[in-house]
Structures are given as C-alpha cells and as structure tokens.
C-alpha cells in the first residue's frame, strides 16, 4: 500500500509520532518487547512505527515482516470464510450446527453441580451456524476460569492448542461437553469459531488451511500467513511472553524461531486462534473490508455482505456487556455489540474511547489489535507479543492516539 505525508489523508504527523514515544515506556520498563503500529487512511499508509527487539531487551530489532502470533485476530477471517460459503448457498445462518456436525444434534445443557458431577438438562433450542459467529452458541473456552464447563473442558482435555487429534475431532469431542447456557440466552466468548472453521470444511469439501490459502490468501496476496511458519521464514518469528496477573511478573512463554510451537504444522487447524502473520498481510485483509469486500481487483465479498456483517447481530440490539458476564472479550464489552466475526460500535460514549458509530474490531490473546472505522476511511493495526491481551490498556492507549491526530 502507498506511503504518504499524513497530511495528505488529513492526519497530524506530530501527533502520530506520539504513539511510539508513549509506548516506548513500557518497553524501556521491560513490560513488553515490542510495539508496531500502523494506521492507513484513505487506502494509504500514514504511520507505520517499529519499536523494540524480537526478544524482550533483545539486539534484534522487529522489522515490517517480523511475524506475530495473531491468535483470535483469526476469528474474522474464518468468519468471513464462512460468509463467502454463505454466498454460494453451501450453508445458511439459520441452519441447525447438527447438520454439519451431526454429533451437535444431541449437546445437552449445565444444570447445576460440579465439573465432576454435573446435571444437565435438554436445550431450549439446537445451536444455529449464526450462534458460531456471535458467541450465542453455549461453548466455552478451556482456559477462561469462569465455571464448571470450562473446568470439564480442561478435565477432558478439550484444549485446540493440546489437542492429539484434528479439527474434526476435536469438535466432535466438544460436542460430548455441555453447554454453560442453552443458544442465544448470553454472549460467552468460546470455541465457535474453531466449530465454524469446521463448518467451512464441511461446507466446501476442503481444509481449513486449504480453503484459506486458495480463497483469500492467495487472491489478496497475503504470503506470510498460515497456521504454523515454514522453516524458511522461521527467523521472522518473534517471542511470545507472558504476565503473571499476581506478581506481574513477565517470562517467556513461546520461543522465536525454530524452537517456536509454530515450527509444525498443529493438530487442530484453529479457526478460532490458530494463525500467525505481519501486519503487511492483515493490513491486506483489512483493506478488503474496507472497500466493500475486494482489493486490487479481487472480489471475496459482496458490499452489501459485507454491510449485513457490520450489523449488531446480538439479540434485541443488546451489547456484550448486557449478554455476557464480563469475565473475558478481546473488545470493550460496554457501547459494543456484536457482528459476524468482530465487535460493532454501537454507543461511542459508552466506550469511553473517541470513535465512530458502527467502528468494529477484534484482538488477539497475545495482544494484538486491529480497528476499522469506516466512518473514518481508517484502518489501525497493533502488535505486540504479550499474553493475556488486558495486562495493559494498549488498545485503548492507541485508540485515544489515533483519533487526536484526526485534523479533517
């Protein structure tokens, strides 16, 4: 994408060289090894800063290329994947999860007890292909904390990243677990978008890998993208830390390079949080939504699909705030509904962040970060490698940054 002047797409340059000497102090404080940000408007890049090392108080400086864990920044992709289906009638929304994945048709519901000793009871409806996509389907994570279910997830092993088996398996062994709430009652951030890649498989005849690379990779010339990092682009490939919430202490928690988990090929292709990335290739799949689906002369997504996503899907227009119980959410949960992949600005004063109606966003658990405001013609991208993704205020840092240097 074409580099200007920030004045050009009416953006103050001072006030964007602001964002890497802020975020600077957490570098220099050794809370993390690295900042980039990029922010495009108008279909041109504006700002575009690299700050700190592939190694926390590493030599090794992150370049434009260094590849990043982008975890649950999947999820839209794999959404979207699922839309481009959607349009070729090889699934609807309204159809029941149980005629892709016939194991769901039997999924029974918490009603009480331990992990170890649970009640269950009948749903009160099947879970839908629309569930998958807004976090209404009744599925948790293994790693979230929150209640028994998740508790029987990690007794029963049923963790994508730990996974023996494939993705076919493992949601046939997610199908076995109950669900914490019976589909559509609450919004609870969950595995669903690893049961949509399934979805997608079923529906297309292909892997997810494959779907990805031929469909949209590929076509948006999105090279350094995959669900693990090839042995000639491992040196690209940053560490990976973690904060421990109780001593804020940071240690390492995935190597760089050829010692990475992301060296191999994984088990479970992860729809949900399974790829990695630059922030070149995200900015191209941005770009795409951005205009209305297409990118240099290639189409993946109808406008008008593409608008029906923006929507606030959550039932009665509700936020996320009002539908799930606030314990974990890539996005703010207050002024935020939900579309088809990513969180909708639906109150920007609830937010407590400058912004747009209808601006919509998702992260990832290693804190990675990316808005669209079409509003704005803008586009903000934002990496680091720290897990979990609220140790710090970063996104919301940025955000107030961004918008100050809006001049017109």
Sequence with gaps: MERVDPGEVGLNADMLERMPRFFD??????????????????GKVAHFSLNGATEMGGSEAIAEDTIYRFYSMTKPITTVAAMMLFEEGRLRLDHELYRYIPEFADVMVYDGGTAADMKVKKPERPIMVH?????????????????????HYRAEGIDYAKFDGDLEAFCKKLATAPLVFSPG????????????????????????????????????????TDFHVPEDKLDRL?????RNPNTGEVTLQDKKGAGSTYAKKPNVLSGGGGLAST??????????????????GVRILSPKTLEFMQLNHLPGGKTIAEMGDKTFSE???????????????????????PASLGTYSWGGMASTFFWIDPAEDLIAIQATQLVPSGAYPIRPQMQQLVYAAIED
């Design 185 to 224: 009652q609450q919004w609870n951030y969950s595995n669903a978008t690893d049961v949509l890649g399934r979805v997608v498989e079923v529906a297309s005849g292909m892997k997810l890998d494959e779907f990805f690379r031929r469909r949209i990779f590929e076509p948006l010339g999105m090279a350094d």
């Design 279 to 296: 922030i070149p290739d995200y900015l191209k799949f941005a770009q795409m939504l951005l205009e209305g689906g297409s990118a240099n």
């Design 131 to 151: 569930d998958l996509m807004i976090h209404t389907s009744g599925l948790t994570y293994a790693f979230l904390f929150q209640n028994a279910i998740d508790a």
């Design 25 to 42: 102090g957490y570098l220099e404080r050794r809370k993390l090894p690295c900042m980039a940000m990029l922010v495009a408007r108008g």
């Design 238 to 242: 940053m560490a990976c830390y973690v």
């Design 331 to 353: 996005a703010r949960m207050d002024g935020s509904g939900f579309g088809l992949g990513w969180a909708v600005t639906t109150d920007v004063v609830a937010t407590q962040q």
